[in-house]
């Protein structure tokens, strides 16, 4: 095969049909065919769901030691698979699962993990971002490859069916229990979630431009007088300013309110991708670069210490 | 135990980056840099693993003359040394020709533990730790919060890893030393250097090694080609005026157009 190869992430379903989309995207400027592996039952969900948009050919990757997940085994069965299908380029997506695994297997064919794109052009070059989303960089495999690339949640919608059939075929990789390293425990929830971000209607988002957990009660009036949960990006949460729980973004809560406000935050990929869904995004920074003001709707450019009492007046006003 | 920890020094959070004149990297000269953040946290577990069990810390970083800077400040910090690995040409070098060096660098120390954080801030390819573990023989976790040594803190030493999942979850990973770990921010709580952690800085090792000593390839299997400006995803209405007046302005947008006032 000198094909295009899409590793689908069991129970992350959607994000894996984007890097289906992905693939087929990759074809049409390659020419090259699609076909897809996943760990996994033959009969998984994601085996299944995708007869949506079938590629040719599934791989069902299958052996009792990867029943759980651990980055030595998944490194020997995709390296065994990957050394029989001989495929160019090979998609994953962006999770924190692939993270964990591609870069090592790459290492193995010599290669780097073109991590986290958001579009490929005519070459194949592939683009993601770079310096915390304030720009775009376009890279370019120099080599042979095979090529080992991972796609950003949401770059690629999957949401156009593609008629056709799938053939499951099963792939058996030769694993011995000694060569993998780490035992992982079960998956366990933090701290109990008692803050629902994701069914809030509103929410005004702090960042790093506050400065000071001193200064928090100046956003959190702003959302008092909206009726609105008040959330943070990363850094505050790490300074224990707010609970864990109030994190939104790619390691904490997805939200998709109708009105969000993020004042001081700059807007870094992992936070952006917590509120795509946002229907309404205003933003509140002194910088007018940076890159939340490309997703907002509205942006005003200032010195949050003004523009928030500022606008908690006005607020009130209307609301009087 | 001996802990290596790899850190990168990148351009400062606020810093305004610009594009150079070639769009292949940004303008450096007008800058300032430091230390990247989960790097930061890397260090800091790797000096409360020491302040617990015993044993030396040691910074390794590539990169040009002014990344001796950040260097100091981890050993202000309470790193014991530091390697340098100097190279002027890291933007040329994809992910695995850095880790390529850091990995020479690395190898003759023998440690227990290689730490480094998740991501670099300037280009965020995610992967050196894990490349670094691959190129030493060595097991690795990534987005880790936390470090629990168990046995004694020998050859026979045996982790217990918290690594952080997506959304809200988080598991525990039991694996043998020595091993590479990449490390979440948030995990523990940065110090800051003290006054007497500068003096002291200025007494400590750093050993510097020049990247074309190391004999590894530098030949990069993908190069980036172009920088540019992403485009936006969506018209922003900037609203114009001062605080109180772009406050009213966007009230009057709340109210009329988006309807949630």
């Keep these: ?320 | 135990m001996k802990i290596i920890v790899a850190i990168k020094q990148v351009p400062d959070r606020d810093a305004q980056v610009r594009i150079d004149a070639a769009a292949k990297w940004i303008e450096e000269s007008d800058i300032q840099f430091a230390l990247n953040e989960s790097d930061a946290y890397a260090l800091e577990e790797a000096l409360q693993l020491k302040e617990k069990h015993g044993g030396e810390v040691i910074v390794v970083s590539a990169g040009p003359e002014r990344v001796g800077q950040t260097i100091r400040e981890a050993l202000a910090k309470g790193a014991d040394r530091a390697i340098h690995v100097a190279c002027d040409d890291l933007g040329t070098r994809d992910a695995l020709g850095v880790a390529r060096l850091l990995a020479a660098a690395v190898k003759p120390e023998n440690p227990d533990l290689v730490l480094t954080g998740l991501q670099s801030e300037d280009l965020g390819l995610g992967q050196t730790g894990v490349i670094l573990a691959e190129l030493l023989g060595l097991p690795h976790a990534t987005l880790i919060l936390h470090i629990d040594v168990e046995g004694d803190a020998g050859s026979s030493a045996h982790i217990k890893v918290k690594r952080e999942l997506e959304e809200g979850w988080f598991q525990e990973i039991e694996m043998p030393t020595p091993a590479v770990l990449t490390i979440q921010s948030g995990g523990n709580k940065l110090r800051y250097a003290t006054l007497m952690g500068i003096k002291r800085a200025k007494l400590k090792e750093v050993r510097t090694l020049a990247a074309s000593e190391l004999g590894t390839d530098a030949a990069p299997v993908v190069i980036l080609e172009r920088l540019a400006l992403p485009q936006k995803q969506k018209s922003t209405q900037i609203l114009p005026g001062n605080a109180k007046e772009a406050a009213a302005a966007l009230v009057e947008k709340l109210k009329f157009e988006v309807r949630v006032l």
């Design chain 1, 1 to 320: 095969m000198s094909g295009i190869l899409v590793v689908q992430e069991a129970g992350r379903n959607r994000i894996s049909f984007e890097a289906l989309a992905a693939g087929r995207r990759l074809s049409e400027l390659t020419g090259l065919p699609v076909e897809t592996a996943a760990v996994g039952d033959p009969n998984a969900a994601v085996f299944v769901e995708p007869s949506g948009q079938p590629p040719a050919v599934a791989y069902a990757v299958k052996h009792p030691l990867l029943e759980k997940y651990t980055s030595d085994g998944y490194v020997l069965a995709f390296e065994q698979l990957i050394r029989k299908l001989e495929p160019s380029y090979i998609v994953f997506p962006h999770t924190y699962q692939s993270r964990d695994y591609v870069p090592r297997l790459a290492t193995r064919f010599g290669q780097v993990l073109l991590s986290d794109i958001v579009a490929m052009e005519a070459g194949p070059t592939f683009v993601r971002q770079v310096f915390q989303g304030k720009m775009t960089g376009t890279y370019r495999p120099l080599s042979g490859g095979p090529c080992f690339v991972s796609i950003q949640a949401g770059a690629f919608p999957a949401d156009q069916p593609v008629a056709g059939t799938t053939t499951i075929l099963p792939f058996e990789p030769q694993i011995d229990a000694a060569q993998i390293r780490t035992t992982p425990g079960a998956p366990f929830r933090g701290s109990s979630q008692t803050v629902d971000l994701g069914s809030a209607q509103r929410i005004v988002s702090v960042g790093r431009g506050i400065k000071e957990a001193e200064n928090l009660p100046l956003v959190q009036a702003l959302a008092t007088a909206l009726g609105a949960e008040i959330a943070a990006s990363r850094p505050i949460c790490d300074n224990g300013w707010l609970p864990m729980e109030r994190q939104v973004g790619s390691s904490g809560q997805t939200v998709a309110p109708k009105l969000y406000v993020a004042v001081g935050i700059s807007g870094a990929i992992q936070h952006l991708v917590g509120i795509k869904g946002s229907q309404c995004i205003v933003a509140i920074n002194k910088d007018p670069d940076a890159p939340i003001f490309e997703v907002a709707d509205y942006g005003i450019v200032g010195d949050l210490f003004e523009v928030v009492p500022a606008l908690t007046a006005a607020v009130k006003a209307a609301k009087a």
